[in-house]
């Protein structure tokens, strides 16, 4: 009956002795990949921003019914998400602001009417 408990404690004393190990090899692996994922998460950031950007600009002229909120929206999660293209990330608000405020003008002077086909 000894050799019987003398085994289970060897063996739970080795259990305890590799958790332990592999607990450290994961924290190792876990802070990596935080780095990993933080790096990730600028980089994603920082093409929000780029993208508002470029959506923003032809949403002046065009479609700026779509691409002024798509700007403004991917604008706000990159500003959110911390990118370190802050500038790019501002300009793409304020054009997506702006492509919707010449729609309101646009809408308003026409009373409307932003496409006549009868003429």
Do not use: Y
């Not at 019914?65 to 300009?91: C, F, K, N």
């Not at 919707?100 to 086909?117: E, K, N, Q, R």
Request: hydrophobic content about 45%; charged content about 15%.
């Amino acid at each position: 009956m000894s050799t019987v408990t003398s085994t289970a404690a060897s063996t739970a004393m080795s259990t305890v002795t590799d958790h332990q190990g592999g607990t450290r090899q994961g924290n190792v692996r876990q802070d990596g990949a935080r780095q990993d994922s933080a790096r990730q998460d600028t980089a994603e950031a920082d093409n929000l921003a780029v993208a508002s950007f470029l959506l923003g600009l032809p949403g002046l002229l065009l479609f700026n019914i779509v691409l002024g909120p798509i700007a403004i929206t991917l604008a706000t999660l990159a500003l959110v998400r911390g990118t370190s293209r802050r500038g790019r990330a501002i300009l793409g608000l304020v054009l997506g602001i702006a492509s919707l405020a010449i729609l309101a003008v646009t809408a308003a002077t026409s009373h409307g009417v932003l496409m006549d086909f009868s003429s």
